[in-house]
T-cell receptor, first 114, second 115 residues
Framework: AQSVTQLDSQVPVFEEAPVELRCNYSSSVSVYLFWYVQYPNQGLQLLLKYLSGSTLVKGINGFEAEFNKSQTSFHLRKPSVHISDTAEYFCAVSRVGSQGNLIFGKGTKLSVKP | EAGVVQSPRYKIIEKKQPVAFWCNPISGHNTLYWYRQNLGQGPELLIRYENEEAVDDSQLPKDRFSAERLKGVDSTLKIQPAELGDSAVYLC?????????????FGQGTRLTVV
């Protein structure tokens, strides 16, 4: 079975500061990795995904994540956040060959303050 | 192009009553998912359809939950009877194919409150 741990439930940060949202996963088989964002009263939107190849993945809105197989991590980073980045962020995994069944972490609420 | 459409957005019902949620996926997407998101948690898969076939319903509480996707397009999720613990946001998602190489698109969800 697979599991996802998001180490921080809430992350407050000032505007234009860098941010890192941490995600660790557990799996005995190969997985795909994802970050989704959920704005208030909205559905989930894909930020980025790692399927294979380069371990540094760039996504929308200036976010990037790095897959570290030895540490089973997939941390999300942004060098300079905006007020509009305030949202909840979910890390998710899908077992390769599982035909799309996503397993989500509990989420991290990012609050960007002016 | 319209995204995944869900209705209603909000529903408040008394316990033991039935409730139904509707989802219209993106046109041409043959894979449809229903997820449940409890407060403070990530979404959890309830059921996955490939066209009209439910290919993974292992997490669906079948004593009270049912789902259908009769023509392989829109889908309905039903709870009968509802319990207090069913209060959650029910999310529908769709993908072009079953492989997660394709992006999953989520609807805005239906927030259910059981009182």
């Amino acid at each position: 079975a697979q599991s996802v741990t998001q180490l921080d439930s809430q992350v407050p940060v000032f505007e234009e500061a860098p941010v890192e949202l941490r995600c660790n996963y557990s799996s005995s088989v190969s997985v795909y990795l994802f970050w989704y964002v959920q704005y208030p009263n909205q559905g989930l939107q894909l930020l980025l995904k790692y399927l294979s190849g380069s371990t540094l993945v760039k996504g929308i809105n200036g976010f990037e994540a790095e897959f570290n197989k030895s540490q089973t991590s997939f941390h999300l980073r942004k060098p300079s956040v905006h007020i509009s980045d305030t949202a909840e962020y979910f890390c998710a995994v899908s077992r390769v060959g599982s035909q799309g069944n996503l397993i989500f972490g509990k989420g991290t609420k990012l609050s960007v303050k002016p | 192009e319209a995204g995944v459409v869900q209705s209603p957005r909000y529903k408040i019902i008394e316990k033991k009553q039935p409730v139904a949620f509707w989802c219209n996926p993106i046109s041409g997407h043959n894979t449809l998912y229903w997820y449940r998101q409890n407060l403070g948690q990530g979404p959890e898969l309830l059921i996955r359809y490939e066209n009209e076939e439910a290919v993974d319903d292992s997490q669906l509480p079948k004593d009270r939950f049912s789902a259908e996707r009769l023509k392989g397009v829109d889908s309905t999720l039903k709870i009968q009877p509802a319990e207090l613990g069913d209060s959650a946001v029910y999310l529908c998602a769709s993908t072009l194919g079953g492989d997660m190489n394709t992006e999953a698109f989520f609807g805005q969800g239906t927030r259910l409150t059981v009182v």
